[in-house]
C-alpha cells in the first residue's frame, strides 16, 4: 500500500487542522494505521493509532482530548483531526499502516510509511 499525507500547514497556537492520509494500490481497512511526527532534533513519537475497523483508538497523553483519528473506508482515507494546537506540536506528521492484528505506539511495528506534512503551529 501507498501511503500520501497532506493537510499540514501553518497554524496559529489555538487553531485546527485536519491531516489527511490517502491510501492506494491496496484496500487501507485491511490495515490498522497511526500517525506520528518529528520534530527537529527529535525522534520519530506515536500521536495516535487507529484498528482496521476504526472502532478503537489510542492517543499519546499530550494529545488526548485535542485529536481525534479516523477513517474512512470508501475514501480509502485516514484523517486525523488536530485543535488546541501549540507551538511544540510543531513537527512532520507521517502516517503509517501495519499488517498486524493490532495498532502499536511503536514505530517499527509499522510496515508502510507516507511522505511526512509539516505542521507550523506559530505563538
Known amino acids: 500500500v501507498q501511503l500520501q499525507a497532506s493537510g499540514g500547514g501553518l497554524v496559529q497556537a489555538g487553531g485546527s487542522l485536519r491531516l489527511s492520509c490517502a491510501a492506494s494500490?491496496?484496500?487501507?481497512?485491511?490495515?490498522?494505521a497511526g500517525w506520528f511526527r518529528q520534530a527537529p532534533g527529535k525522534e520519530r513519537e506515536f500521536v495516535a493509532a487507529?484498528?482496521?475497523?476504526?472502532?478503537?483508538?489510542d492517543y499519546a497523553d499530550f494529545v488526548k482530548g485535542r485529536c481525534t483519528i479516523s477513517r474512512d473506508k470508501a475514501k480509502n482515507t485516514m484523517y486525523l483531526q488536530m485543535s488546541s494546537l501549540k507551538p511544540e506540536d510543531t513537527a512532520v506528521y507521517y502516517c503509517?499502516?501495519?499488517?498486524?492484528?493490532?495498532?502499536?505506539?511503536?514505530?517499527?511495528?509499522?510496515?508502510?510509511w507516507g511522505q511526512g506534512t509539516l505542521v507550523t503551529v506559530s505563538s
Open positions: 494500490g491496496r484496500t487501507f481497512s485491511s490495515y490498522v
Open positions: 487507529i484498528n482496521r475497523s476504526g472502532g478503537s483508538t
Open positions: 503509517a499502516a501495519s499488517r498486524d492484528n493490532m495498532y502499536s505506539r511503536v514505530a517499527g511495528a509499522y510496515d508502510y
